[in-house]
């Protein structure tokens, strides 16, 4: 992202992969000697790898790195960015990305590594890209069973990781499955055989003297109360993201967001797109340039950083220039729309 006058706080990043389709996926057995190696120095890389839980197969991805994250939602064609789940290693880990309570940290003794999700606030400095956790203040959380913690351990970063499937199919239970969704899309494929649960994970959010049950799965009500002796209860209008169209308006910085906008309006803020200017770009108070090069993944990674650092109780208006509507363009969009949807 590049920023007109302020100093830019965001570097801009590179992309250095292909486009959809165009890469070669390797499949490899997870039980043969380098697996863990190989996966670590991919994903380090900014690849993307097809990672064996006990639950399903996951679409892996550094959670820390912006443009990883960006291709997720690029592979899985999702038309919006919802929350991904971040799969951690160990309690070290978990605690530097998000503030852990009692209550949190019994849900992890009982059920890690294993089947459960939990939402929590995140930590102050965490190193967890916006993007993984869509703007939110909170994030969802899992230790996986099995090779997939081991690569996560090994690496010493989160991994972001929906299930393993196109946007609208079936979770993938199988590397065959994995290959056939997201072949050419995804670096590398762990094969571990079928998996062991095959359902996705249970979600939780702990609150003040209570369970939110976010989503159901093979951890059920009773051992979530028994662990931990509270109500478990159904999911309220405000008490989680049930569906991506709850995240309308969240993040919606202070002031109004003008979308669309071909030209600015004296005193607007400007969040532009590609190297063609704006029309009276000059008469912004701001501007930062998602992506200069017209690349919608840099701008799916930088999106997030561009409405925070406007929105500020001073700014009122906020335009946007057009981006367009391919490929990654749509979740964008979408995530535009949200946050220029009216408040209340
Ligand atoms: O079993 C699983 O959980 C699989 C395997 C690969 O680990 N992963 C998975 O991840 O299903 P994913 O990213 O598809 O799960 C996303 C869901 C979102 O739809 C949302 O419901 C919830 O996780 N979620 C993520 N972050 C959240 C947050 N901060 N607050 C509430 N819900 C959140
Ligand atoms: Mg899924």
Avoid at 15 to 41: F, K, M, N, P, Q
Avoid at 322 to 332: H, N, R, S
């Amino acid at each position: 992202m590049t920023l007109g006058r302020a100093a830019p706080d965001v570097a801009l990043m590179p992309s250095g992969h292909g486009g959809l389709g165009s890469i070669e996926t390797v499949c490899l057995s997870a039980e043969s000697e380098d697996a863990v190696g190989r996966a670590v120095a991919c994903l380090r890389g900014g690849g993307l790898v097809g990672l064996p839980t006990e639950t399903v197969y996951g679409l892996a991805g550094d959670a820390t790195n912006g443009e990883a994250v960006a291709r997720i939602f690029e592979a899985k064609g999702r038309p919006g960015f919802n929350p991904l789940i971040c799969h951690v290693s160990d309690l070290d880990m978990t605690a530097r990305l998000a503030v852990m309570d009692d209550v949190a940290r019994v849900l992890a003794a009982r059920f890690w590594p294993g089947p459960l999700t939990i939402v929590l606030p995140q930590a102050e400095g965490t190193p967890v890209h916006p993007l993984t956790t869509g703007g939110l203040a909170t994030i969802a959380l899992r230790q996986p069973k099995g090779i997939a913690g081991d690569i996560i351990g090994r690496l010493g970063r989160p991994l972001a990781a929906p299930s393993a499937n196109p946007s609208g199919r079936v979770s993938a239970t199988s590397a065959a499955q994995v290959m056939r969704g997201l072949g050419g899309r995804i670096e590398m494929i762990l094969d571990a055989g079928p998996s062991e649960l095959g359902l996705e994970s249970t979600i939780v959010k702990p609150e003040r003297d209570r369970l939110v049950l976010l989503r159901a799965g093979l951890v059920g009500r009773d051992a979530l109360r028994e662990a931990t002796g509270l109500a478990v209860v159904a999911p309220d209008a405000d008490s989680g993201i049930q569906a991506p169209g709850q995240l309308r308006s969240h993040y919606a910085p202070h002031g109004t967001v003008r979308l669309d906008a071909t030209h600015v309006e004296p005193g607007e803020y400007l969040i532009a797109f590609g190297a063609t200017p704006t029309a009276s770009a000059a008469a912004a108070a701001e501007c930062v340039n998602l992506s200069p090069s017209g690349d919608l993944r840099e701008a799916a990674a930088n999106l997030f950083a561009a409405l925070a650092r406007f929105d500020r109780p001073e700014i009122g208006r906020i335009a946007v220039a057009p981006i367009p509507q391919d490929g990654l363009g749509e979740a964008i969009n979408d995530r535009l729309r949200r946050a220029a949807a009216p408040r209340g």
